[in-house]
């Protein structure tokens, strides 16, 4: 009809078949080759050890972050007060160093503390010190404030450093004819003077003696790892030709 030529529908059915068998027979349909199981074991072997190793390299940064910071946050915690301590040793003539070196043992820079017995701030005084302070100084106001409420004064850092500086200028003042006087000072300070002179005595005419003859003459234990501990930091400061001896059992009386 009008010319038009019709399939037979058995036909069609059959090129259609053909051309889609012919599908995937070009050239840009080249059909992929089945993985090689040791090449995708090889390379997810690669991937989890690049996962490994860029944590690995996370957590040592982060482990390094925080040591740092943990060693810049100590410096300043300790050095934060070290123009107080200069000033104040300036004033009673000591070392700074030496200052420095028992807050470190006393409170490590805790201006908050409060001792056993009652010692108040970052050198520890007691209050009975700190109203003898304050009698020396000829000031009403501040004997007064140590009468009523020592706590508040002594536990500021400026206030408890020149109190400590007062009194071991005074422990000072006894040994200042001694080589080493340190370590006297540093046994008055925690045991007492009056203990320290007991551990200072020698026979008539005998020569004084020497720091380590002192310590090893200190018969509370306590009181002598004290001293060795404030040594050993304390001529750590000066430098390393300086050194003390080992602590060593207290000699019976």
């Given at each position: 009809m009008f010319g038009r030529k019709f399939l037979d529908p058995t036909k069609t059915k059959e090129l259609e078949g053909k051309a889609w068998g012919n599908r995937?027979?070009?050239?840009?349909?080249?059909?992929?080759?089945?993985?090689?199981?040791?090449l995708h074991r090889?390379?997810?072997?690669?991937?989890f050890v690049s996962f490994f190793m860029k944590r690995l390299f996370a957590a040592i940064l982060i482990v390094l972050t925080i040591a740092l910071g943990g060693y810049l946050f100590n410096h300043y915690w300790?050095?934060?007060f070290d123009s107080l301590i200069?000033?104040?040793?300036?004033?009673?003539?000591?070392?700074p160093d030496l200052i420095w070196s028992i807050i470190h043992e006393e409170t490590y820079f805790r201006p908050w503390k409060t001792g056993q017995a009652g010692e108040i701030g970052l050198m520890q005084i007691t209050p009975a010190v700190g109203r003898e302070w304050a009698a020396e100084t000829g000031m009403r106001e501040l004997e007064r404030q140590m009468a009523q409420d020592?706590?508040?004064l002594l536990r500021d850092p400026e206030r408890s450093i020149q109190v400590g500086c007062w009194y071991l200028e005074k422990l000072h003042e006894q040994y200042r004819d001694i080589a080493d006087p340190e370590p006297r000072m540093i046994a008055g300070y925690n045991a007492g003077p009056s203990?320290?002179?007991?551990?200072n005595k020698v026979s008539e005419g005998a020569k004084p003696l020497s720091a380590e003859e002192f310590i090893n003459?200190?018969?509370i234990p306590s009181t002598r790892a004290?001293?060795?501990?404030?040594?050993?930091?304390?001529?750590k400061l000066k430098g390393p030709a300086q050194s003390v001896t080992q602590l060593q059992p207290a000699r019976p009386r």
């Open positions: 995937g027979k070009g050239k840009g349909n080249v059909r992929t080759p089945p993985l090689n199981p040791d090889s390379s997810f072997y690669l991937t300790i050095h934060r200069a000033r104040q040793a300036a004033v009673y003539r000591l070392d020592p706590a508040s203990r320290a002179a007991e551990w003459k200190i018969d004290y001293v060795v501990s404030i040594m050993e930091r304390y001529r």
